[in-house]
């Protein structure tokens, strides 16, 4: 594939930036290198292989240590004010 001066004024136009007309051919031959670099990867042949032995999980086991309501008494005897069950707070928008 090659790039036109009409296909490098599309792009800038679209990339909402203007070439001076001195630095268009370099910037043409720069492209050319680029997009000549990354067509190689389409001649790249094979696939990613992953076993199951690469998938491991890092984060510890989710076990329950303690039962759901054992801390609520010990949390609303250190609050200052407690309604219902539920710690009371002063209204922060008004």
Do not use: C, H, W
């Not at 268009?24 to 990867?41: A, H, N, P, R, W």
């Not at 690469?54 to 329950?64: G, K």
């Amino acid at each position: 594939m090659s790039l036109t001066e009409q296909d490098l004024d599309n792009l800038s136009n679209l990339a909402r930036i203007t070439i001076a007309p001195e630095e268009k051919q370099k910037m043409l031959v720069d492209l050319q290198s680029i997009l000549g670099y990354v067509s190689e990867i389409n001649s790249v042949e094979g696939a990613i292989l992953r076993g199951e032995e690469d998938v491991f999980n890092v984060v510890r086991e989710d076990i329950i240590t303690r039962e759901t309501g054992s801390n609520t008494d010990a949390i609303l005897a250190n609050a200052p004010k407690v309604k219902n069950g539920f710690v009371e707070v002063e209204q922060v928008l008004k």
